[in-house]
């Protein structure tokens, strides 16, 4: 009864998390991720997009409550499975690349020994097998020596070269879903190009739909084919990229699209911001959470707030 037939990778309707004392910290969200598409997933420090991501792949701390009308992922429905069922599940179907990349890799195990463990758990393959699959990842990710590289500890290796790591382990058990959280903040521009193309090519050759959470709309722009944008908890606006950016209809995401910096910014001038903070309390309203920062904002905008989708292209603003 849980295998979904859909295409659709993921399916998240009304996302609600709260913290112990219930303090909502993310409301009404969904989003659809189809099969094989980079979806995006944009907004400031604190918005809600971690508590998203790992509400998806079971990996909410326990502290923290959620419920959704539908939450589908990979083929099942994630509301009606165990625990146990659901860890099984993200497991074999969902690889997780964390934000912090540095700390992810434990610095004085040699790599083949990180590699090869959630490949195990998952799969009834051996430590031979393991490794042997290993290896052809590694090159896949763009290591030309993989045997060599297996037996390096991570610290031996480059913030790149870790991160090319994590995305291997990502990719050991085949999964459908990668969520890269921030997958490249810590990275140098060179780099950081050289990442996202191996993104790129992960999804192209492989068809694995993956997850980019980012709070850089540009590098959002160019390698997503949806997107989302939440802020303070909600998702206000999401559709195709295309769509969003030809006519972005939220006034956030039409600020946060004036501030994605150009080629023609001189290195001297400041990077351009949206005055405000994204709000830590009161998340609950009924009303519109970015009213306080909206250069557009109306008088009912404190009590309502409407929704509105055409064309798979949604938004949530009291502006038409
Ligand atoms: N375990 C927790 N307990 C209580 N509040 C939390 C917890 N984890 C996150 N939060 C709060 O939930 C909100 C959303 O956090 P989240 O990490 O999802 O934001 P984000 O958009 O991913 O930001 P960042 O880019 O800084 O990671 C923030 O206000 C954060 O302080």
């Known amino acids: 009864m849980n295998e979904i037939i859909n295409d659709n990778t993921v399916i998240l309707k009304n996302l609600h998390v709260s913290d112990s004392k219930?303090?909502?910290?993310?409301?009404?969200?969904?989003?659809?991720?189809?099969?094989?598409?980079?979806?995006?997933?944009?907004?400031?420090?604190?918005?809600?997009?971690?508590?998203?991501?790992?509400?998806?792949?079971?990996l909410l701390p326990d502290d923290l409550i959620f419920s959704a009308d539908e939450m589908i992922v990979a083929g099942k429905n994630m509301l009606e499975i165990s625990t146990r069922e659901k860890k099984a599940h993200i497991g074999k179907n969902a690889g997780y690349i964390p934000q912090n990349t540095v700390f992810f890799l434990h610095p004085m195990i040699k790599i083949k020994n990180q590699i090869a463990d959630g490949f195990i758990d998952h799969t009834n393959n051996n430590k031979k097998e393991s490794l042997l699959k290993a290896e052809g990842i590694l090159s896949k990710v763009g290591f030309s020596n993989p045997k060599l590289v297996l037996n390096y500890y991570p610290w031996q290796l480059s913030g790149g070269m870790r991160q090319r790591i994590n995305i291997a382990m990502a990719l050991m058990n085949d999964?459908?879903?990668?969520?890269?959280?921030e997958p490249t903040t810590a990275l140098d521009s060179t780099v950081q190009k050289q990442v996202m193309e191996l993104f790129r090519s992960i999804n192209d050759e492989l068809n694995i739909s993956i997850l980019l959470i980012s709070h850089d709309l540009g590098l959002v722009k160019n390698y997503s084919h949806s997107l989302a944008v939440m802020y303070a908890g909600v998702v206000v606006e999401s559709g195709t990229t295309k769509s969003v950016f030809e006519n972005p209809k939220h006034p956030y995401t039409q600020l946060l699209i004036d501030i994605i910096p150009t080629m023609k910014i001189k290195k001297t001038e400041p990077l351009a911001e949206i005055p405000g903070y994204v709000q830590e309390k009161g998340r609950d309203t009924k009303g519109c959470l970015f009213r306080n920062r909206c250069p557009k904002a109306m008088e009912i905008c404190e009590t309502y707030v409407k929704d509105h989708e055409e064309d798979g292209h949604y938004f949530r603003c009291n502006l038409d």
């Not at 659809?32 to 998806?56: M, P, R, Y």
Request: zero cysteines; glycine letters at 14%.
């Open 22 to 58: 219930g303090n909502t910290l993310v409301s009404s969200s969904s989003m659809n991720i189809e099969k094989g598409e980079i979806f995006g997933l944009v907004g400031e420090s604190g918005s809600g997009k971690t508590l998203t991501a790992k509400s998806l792949i079971n």
């Open 175 to 181: 999964p459908k879903l990668i969520v890269a959280d």
